[in-house]
């Protein structure tokens, strides 16, 4: 864990430095559908605004969206988060969906837009002015020289960017005057800056750092607390995200449902079964089963598939059973549900999960002409050679009658 922090922490010190992108002309390509349409113009008004974290929380929840009602269009919610997130100062985050994009959709149109904001970002990494140089230095200096100079470049009349490395190399100094420092911008600091803080607390992760961000949770506003969550996730604190998930007060009705979201990309398997388990409130069960689904728990998903919970939330949980790539088990789970909702939950899974192999199968094997119908329909979605072959043979067979 060590070396991984490390090796975050070096790849942060590499990507501070960012420079202003021009926005793509492709403003268009709207996706279809009422709901999914209007978060996808949110999320450019957003980045008109200039509200990049904004713009990337609402391009997240489009691309969830697409996944479900259209997925070969998701491609679009990727790059325009790689592209909000890249204004924003979170380069690593960016080239994270810049590669995620290229892994899923490797045809996309917008592959070469998502190209140029990596060529971008790595001439300004390359550019860097004398100050920040200057502040790279700092890093191998004697704390005791080194701190007077960070904190004279923090308050001081420097750009965001700037007073960003000087933070950065302010949380790599081993001295406790620096760490006070970073805590005390983390609890008071000005916007970005802020939340730069927060986050270096949770790639720090130690137990110092993990107290400071609990007391944040706590009492920090709406924006800080977010960063807070964030930060619990880099940390791999997946207890101080479950915890803050437990909590009924209304008003962060919103954060609690983010930290649920967290517990999945931080891999809080556990966690997520427990409040799966305590949960009275059938949208944020729905919330808790699409998490295990990011966070691969195959096994708990179809227990709680095959249980007799709510049949729209055991559907939730086999459609999940897809995002966590589960097509054996989806496939197994097929021939025993018994209802038509079911098992095309069970069906749209497979898609989501691009398994085209058990789709074939289960098309070959169907009882009937409306169990073919609805099993083509997933298969075309999914695409490739298996699709074709599907395709052609229903026209044969449609010639022999």
Not at 13 to 27: K, R
Not at 139 to 144: F, G, H, I, L, T
Not at 355 to 371: F, Q
Request: no cysteine; charged share 25%; aromatic share 4%.
């Amino acid at each position: 864990m060590k070396r991984n922090r490390m090796f975050i922490t070096t790849m942060l010190a590499l990507m501070l430095a960012g420079s202003a992108l021009a926005a793509p002309n492709d403003a268009d390509m709207a996706p279809s559908g009422k709901q999914n349409q209007e978060l996808y113009w949110q999320g450019h008004e957003s980045l008109k605004q200039g509200r990049w974290d904004q713009a990337v929380e609402r391009f997240q929840k489009l691309e969830a969206r697409l996944r479900k009602d259209e997925p070969a269009a998701a491609d679009a919610a990727i790059y325009w988060q790689a592209y909000a997130q890249s204004k924003g100062n979170r380069t690593g985050e960016s080239r994270a969906s810049v590669e995620r994009l290229r892994r899923e959709f490797p045809q996309s149109r917008w592959l070469a837009e998502a190209d140029r904001l990596v060529k971008s970002a790595s001439s300004a990494e390359q550019q860097g002015d004398l100050v920040e140089a200057a502040l790279d230095g700092l890093m191998s200096a004697p704390p005791e020289r080194a701190i007077p100079l960070l904190k004279k470049v923090l308050e001081g009349n420097y750009p965001d960017q700037t007073k960003q490395r000087a933070l950065f190399v302010l949380s790599q100094l081993d001295a406790d005057e620096a760490s006070a420092m970073v805590m005390q911008i983390a609890r008071s600091g000005d916007g970005k800056l802020r939340r730069e803080a927060i986050q270096m607390l949770g790639i720090s992760g130690g137990k110092g750092s993990i107290a400071a961000l609990e007391s944040l949770a706590e009492s920090g506003d709406v924006e800080t607390r977010r960063a807070v969550l964030e930060a619990f996730m880099i940390a791999g604190h997946v207890d101080g995200l479950a915890k803050f998930a437990r909590g009924s007060d209304p008003a962060q009705a919103e954060l609690r449902v983010h930290a649920v979201q967290l517990l999945g990309a931080a891999g809080g398997v556990d966690q997520l079964e427990q409040l799966l388990a305590q949960s009275k409130d059938a949208e944020v069960s729905r919330t808790i089963l699409d998490s295990l689904g990011v966070a691969g728990a195959v096994g708990a998903l179809a227990t709680f598939a095959e249980s007799q919970a709510d049949a729209g939330l055991r559907e939730q949980a086999i459609r999940a059973i897809g995002i966590a790539g589960g097509g054996d088990e989806l496939a197994r789970l097929y021939a025993k549900l018994d209802t038509p909702p079911l098992r095309q939950a069970a069906l749209e899974g497979l898609m989501i999960a691009g398994d085209a192999e058990a789709l074939t199968r289960l098309y070959r094997e169907a009882r009937d002409d409306a169990e073919r119908r609805a099993v083509l329909r997933m298969l075309t979605i999914t695409g490739g050679d298996s699709a074709i072959d599907a395709i052609e043979e229903a026209i044969k067979q449609g010639e022999r009658r």
